[in-house]
């Protein structure tokens, strides 16, 4: 009896502490299906086995989710391309705007030299310059960076200050720091994780998702994964289905505007394996807004949508300091690329739906609450109207 009530007093003080303070969360135990365990199949490509970015070698993923108290609902979420020192050995990469109203920190300097040199980070709006700042921390503590002297971090944004106590600023240095020490391989956690904690997504909880598609053999057998992190208005719409109208809940619905604050944005992750350079990761990256489409984004006036694309590909990569002055990697042709555009447009597409499906209610700042899409009235709709494969 004694150790049963010690127990009860252990739990009780956990949540008190959560109360008032940080709490963490990686994976979270989330029973909600993802598209597939509906039965909902998007494009014709298959996915890796995890259908995941991480299903891309050497990806891994990291989050940190912060709930404090009432108000508190954010984090961040960290993908990093692969195991070594990314500044002494960049990734080709390429950013594309699809509408720029953002906050996308280290854009100017892969747009012109089309290189990756730290991980990225995704995060709240106000948050992205302590998260950049802590970018800079990491890549300046890894071994071989002793003597640099200056870094680009990427950092991406959406703002979740519907739910969350935006202007508090809770996101800390350590909190960025904590989530590139936790990424990994594997399944990645989605819904309201990480920089998904707080956000929303056609009219519902949105939060982060992710998809892959690998290309069969004979065209190259190269992987691509997606990740999202969602908060944008629209018109649901699934594999064609007309959800959103149908469960009552879209933009312009009755020609009125949508509530204050779920206007946008969304940031799209690629990362593939296929020996591309910057400017062929630029042409893959624009294909990724395909998606955002399908799934009814008009990208509006105050929607912050980018896509950010990568390769792995080792021998595309660019050492920070070589002797030699000229390089010769073995690129795809273009003429080559158009399946993995094809893989792009459909990663994205149901990464959205994936980070839909995962979310779960959320009550947070002033008390405003954003439910999560009900799964079964969804199946109801896309079955009447034949995008779920029975």
């Given at each position: ?76 979420t ?44 995704l995060t ?55 989530a ?48 999202v ?6 018109i ?20 009125r505007?949508d ?114 899409i ?7 709709i ?9």
């Open positions: 009896m004694k150790r049963f009530s010690l127990l009860c007093l252990v739990v009780t003080l956990v949540w008190a502490w959560a109360g008032s303070s940080h709490v963490y969360a990686d994976n979270p135990a989330n029973e909600r299906p993802r598209a597939r365990d509906i039965g909902l199949v998007i494009g014709v490509l298959s996915p890796g086995p995890l259908n995941a970015i991480t299903d891309v070698a050497g990806v891994r993923v990291g989050h940190r989710t912060i709930i404090e108290g009432e108000s508190v609902r954010t984090g961040v960290a993908i990093v391309p692969h195991g070594g020192n990314m500044f002494q050995e960049k990734v080709p990469a390429a950013i594309v705007v699809g509408n720029g109203f953002g906050k996308l920190v280290g854009s100017t300097q892969v747009e012109e030299l089309g290189t990756l040199e730290t991980p990225i980070v709240n709006t106000l948050s992205v310059f302590t998260a950049a700042d802590a970018l800079i921390t990491y890549t300046l503590a890894q071994p071989g960076n002793e003597e640099v002297g200056s870094v680009n971090p990427v950092v991406g944004e959406t703002n979740d200050g519907y739910l969350n106590d935006i202007r508090g600023r809770r996101v800390r240095a350590e909190d960025v720091l904590e590139i020490r936790a990424a990994k391989g594997g399944p990645v956690g989605e819904g309201c994780v990480g920089a998904g904690t707080g956000t929303r997504c056609l009219g519902w909880k949105g939060g982060v998702g992710t998809a892959s598609r690998r290309l069969p053999d004979k065209l190259g057998s190269h992987a691509l994964g997606a990740l992190q969602t908060n944008f208005s629209g649901l719409t699934v594999n064609g289905a007309p959800v959103g109208e149908e469960l009552g809940r879209y933009y312009l619905q009755g020609l505007h509530p204050p604050g779920e206007a946008g944005s969304c940031m799209i992750v690629l990362a593939t394996d296929a020996p591309l350079d910057a400017r062929q990761l630029k042409r893959l990256a624009k294909r990724a807004l395909l998606g955002l489409g399908a799934v009814g984004s008009p990208m509006t006036h105050g929607s912050g949508d980018y896509v950010i694309a990568f390769s792995t590909c080792a021998e595309v990569r660019t050492p920070h300091q070589a002797r030699a002055k000229t390089k010769t990697p073995t690129l795809l042709r273009d003429e080559a690329l158009s399946p993995l555009f094809q893989a792009a447009r459909e990663a994205a597409e149901e990464a959205v739906l994936n980070s839909l499906l995962k979310a779960t209610t959320v009550t947070g700042h002033q008390g405003h609450d954003t439910e999560a009900p799964v079964d009235r969804l199946v109801e896309c079955k009447r109207h034949g995008a779920i494969r029975e």
